[in-house]
């Protein structure tokens, strides 16, 4: 947990609450976590999720791992602390998503459990709904499809502490969302996360 350095600051309450802004856009706000090798399909299954949902009303942003090392953490490296800091800044950042009543797509690797489980505290503790997805896909076949070349560059030794290769990843035990991206289809992946927003009252389409 980050230490908090700053002093005397306090959080301030606005009078919107978050019920109000539900109310305004039609749905709740919620953070999906999706979780997985690097080429398991994560940044495709939210891409294509986030298109179902804006053409259903509902808005979603993506959080993608590239996107935000390019900004927001531009500063952190691949280690295993900066990788800690890495999901702990995104999680406050999901977190605000939520608030404003954004469905917030998170697509990180985000390969050790007490990491994600840090992300899960944050939300559980302001009332919020995070819902983890493992995106499961075989090392073979992400090693397969290795669409930037990386698994490639690891196995050269060009890459290092690369998840899956030279780093671990723990693999969540109890996903709120299981997916097998190497069985299934992408339409069969999404309407399996759209079943769950419904039975969570985050949307009614």
């Known amino acids: 947990m980050a230490e ?3 002093t005397n600051v306090h959080w301030h309450e606005g009078d919107i609450t978050r019920e109000h802004r539900a109310k305004i ?15 398991s399909g994560k940044s495709t299954v939210a891409v294509e999720l986030e298109g179902v949902l804006s053409e259903m009303g509902v808005l979603a942003y993506r959080l993608d791992g590239d996107n935000v ?9 691949f280690s295993a602390e900066d990788r800690t800091e890495n999901i702990r800044r995104i ?12 469905i917030a797509l998170s697509s990180f690797i ?29 090392l073979a076949a ?18 290092k502490n690369f998840t899956g290769i030279d780093d671990p ?16 289809t992408l339409a069969e992946e999404v309407e399996q996360i759209l079943s769950v ?7 009614t389409s």
């Open 4 to 6: 908090q350095k700053a």
């Open 25 to 39: 856009l039609g749905h709740k706000g919620a953070t999906l976590w999706f979780t997985g090798l690097s080429g």
């Open 69 to 77: 090392r390019m900004g927001i953490n531009k500063n952190l490296g």
């Open 91 to 102: 999680g406050e950042v999901a977190k605000l998503f939520v608030d404003a009543g954004v």
């Open 110 to 138: 985000s390969p050790y459990a007490a990491d994600r489980d840090q992300v899960r505290a944050l939300h559980e503790e302001a009332g919020m709904d995070f819902i983890e997805i493992f995106v499961d896909c075989s």
């Open 142 to 159: 992400a090693e397969g499809r290795d669409p930037k070349g990386l698994y490639k560059k690891a196995r050269a030794g060009e890459i």
């Open 169 to 184: 990843y723990e693999a969540p035990p109890r996903p709120e969302i299981h997916l097998h991206s190497d069985q299934q």
């Open 197 to 203: 927003l419904r039975e969570r009252g985050i949307i």
